[in-house]
């Protein structure tokens, strides 16, 4: 292995070992303890679990080619990966939609909010936002299966669907379609309901209490900064990777491809783990780490 494989393939293994802990330590507290049992929270923790399922689906394969200086993957593991990244990213977009919507129900009906956002409901919410990209992505999966490849070099460190379907020599108009069309559910049908629910925010908060604001904004910061990250770096990788990824220099496609996975689960447990006094004192009771951090937090 050369020197700077074996960099690439250490600095890899911290980063996996991060998001691991990091989102560990977020979903553990949640369920440890009682208090944080609500909905707001709930979906915190989905968020991790899903980070942390999206991390394992593309670490365990970069570290075991960059440690075993391979650049090969079979068809079942990359047709695996393919169904793994994509639910994961489709899960996150939908998840980040149904945190802007409690949110909204949080602000604007808070008398109300707990009959609304029951633990029924959590339940219902989370298991379609699953259900839903599963059977798109299956779909998507199904149609690209079918296809005869002619090629077997693709263009990424990782296997996405939009790779194998360049790979083929046969028509692949219905694949274009459909991937266009789950394309724009993701990166624009769901980003416009988290807008329609922030301008909802927005419209209230301009006609309560300074008060009122400030907390409407403590409570929604760390929503907010969690999916202008990943809206951003979704819409970079669409846009380049899909449509003109022979005009981008080859290492940077790589970084940019990368961070879309790799960047969420990593900073997500951070954001809300930081912004959010009631998980950040929990995680430090937990884990017994030094009360200066909620301290200095304060400052």
């Not at 991790?48 to 080619?65: M, V």
């Not at 994961?88 to 949110?103: K, P, Q, S, V």
């Not at 416009?192 to 929604?220: E, G, H, N, W």
């Amino acid at each position: 292995m050369t020197s700077e494989r074996y960099l690439y393939g250490v600095t890899a293994f911290l980063i996996y070992l991060m998001v691991i802990l990091l989102n560990g330590a977020v979903i553990s507290t949640v369920l440890l303890h009682k208090t944080l049992q609500q909905p707001m929270y709930i979906f915190v923790s989905m968020l991790c679990i899903n980070g942390l399922y999206g991390s394992t689906a593309f670490f365990p394969s970069l570290l075991y080619n960059l440690f075993n200086n391979i650049k090969t993957i079979s068809y079942t593991g990359c047709v695996t990966q393919v169904f793994s990244l994509h639910t994961y990213a489709g899960c996150e977009m939908t998840l980040l939609t149904i945190m802007a919507f409690d949110r909204y129900v949080c602000i604007f009906n808070p008398l109300r909010y707990n009959n609304i956002m029951s633990l029924a409901t959590i339940f219902k919410l989370v298991v379609s936002a699953w259900l839903y990209t599963v059977i798109l992505v299956g779909i998507h999966l199904a149609l690209t299966i079918r296809l005869p490849l002619c090629d077997t070099v693709i263009l990424k460190v990782y296997c996405d669907n939009w790779s194998v379907v360049r790979l083929s020599c046969v028509d692949i108009t219905v694949n274009n379609v459909y991937g266009l069309f789950i394309s724009s559910t993701f990166t624009a049908v769901m980003p416009m309901l988290i807008v329609i629910s922030y301008i909802q925010i927005f419209r209230i908060c301009i006609k309560s209490t300074k008060d009122f604001r400030t907390k409407a904004l403590q409570t929604c910061s760390p929503h907010l900064i969690t999916i202008t990250n990943y809206a951003a770096n979704l819409l970079f990788e669409l846009l380049v990777y899909r449509f003109i990824p022979e005009n981008f220099n080859y290492e940077l496609r790589t970084v940019m491809s990368v961070q879309v996975i790799v960047v969420p689960p990593l900073l997500n447990p951070l954001i809300y783990g930081l912004k959010m006094k009631e998980i950040r004192v929990k995680i430090i009771q937990t884990f017994h780490l030094p009360t200066s951090i909620v301290h200095n937090r304060k400052l």
